[in-house]
């Protein structure tokens, strides 16, 4: 496995002029300097395109940049004297060209989960429903059942357990990028919500049998649940046993069921 020096936050950047492949460059104004974000270790390029081996930013850190241009057509922010990222690979902020939320938030998994918990509990409270709890064998199925998610497709058809299972395209690259999220409850809070809300219902219409599954699954769940999530997909997975209380709620064909949600406030 090749290891990569990781460099440290550039206090001062050198502006240097572009060369080789790059078609445009924006010259940054230093009292609005963009900074660029990444979150994972991210590979630098010199301004010709060649990877430069020795180097890469660290995970989880923040560059002030030099300059925004293309090189090869592909777009590149400047960290430091000749070294280059994808823009892709990391978030800008303070650019007024772009409208996107910076969050240093790291996710936690099993802290997702905790609040996953206490929500759902909370929820079943106010319906009526009973109480239920984590484990984390039933967290590394969950993962499981997010990573096989692939390419904006959701498909239950590869679950091998007889379990309920919802499923969402709101994986961590689309939380993060967005800037929804800013901690391991904002991520719990906002995926229960999508799916009790059913907006993006893609199995059934608002009115039409099975609209209101995904809301029935969190309900009626339990007694044991967890969610998993990769950089494309999330999922939910519980115990269940489908008995009339379940089957009215999926079988409505209504608008507005009798149903309750709770505040985001309601667990800390």
Do not use: C
């Amino acid at each position: 496995m090749k290891k990569f020096r990781l460099t440290g936050i550039i206090a001062a950047l050198i502006l240097v002029t572009f060369s080789g492949l790059i078609s445009t460059q924006n010259q940054v104004d230093a009292a609005k300097r963009p900074t660029f974000f990444v979150r994972k270790v991210t590979r630098l390029y010199t301004s010709e395109g060649k990877l430069i081996s020795n180097r890469a930013l660290g995970p989880y850190t923040n560059w002030a940049v030099g300059k925004l241009g293309f090189i090869d057509g592909a777009e590149y922010a400047q960290v430091a004297t000749n070294e280059y990222a994808f823009i892709s690979d990391g978030q800008i902020s303070n650019d007024p060209n772009v409208e996107v939320q910076i969050t240093n938030y790291k996710p936690d998994i099993n802290k997702i989960n905790d609040y996953i918990v206490k929500y759902v509990n909370a929820i079943h409270a106010a319906n009526g429903t009973q109480p239920v709890h984590g484990s984390t064998e039933l967290i590394n199925y969950a993962n499981q059942r997010a990573a096989q998610q692939t390419n904006g497709q959701l498909s239950h058809s590869t679950a091998t357990r007889e379990m309920s299972e919802n499923l969402s395209s709101s994986g961590y690259d689309y939380l993060l990028h967005w800037g929804y999220v800013h901690s391991d409850r904002d991520v719990a809070y906002y995926l229960l919500k999508g799916w009790y809300d059913e907006t993006y219902n893609m199995g059934s219409y608002l009115g039409t049998r099975g609209h209101f599954g995904h809301r029935a699954a969190i309900i009626y769940s339990g007694p044991t649940v967890a969610v998993g999530m990769s950089n494309d997909a999330s999922s939910f997975v519980a115990d269940w046993a489908p008995g009339n209380d379940f089957m009215n709620l999926y079988n409505y064909t209504g608008t507005s069921p009798n149903t309750k949600f709770v505040s985001k406030d309601s667990v800390r």
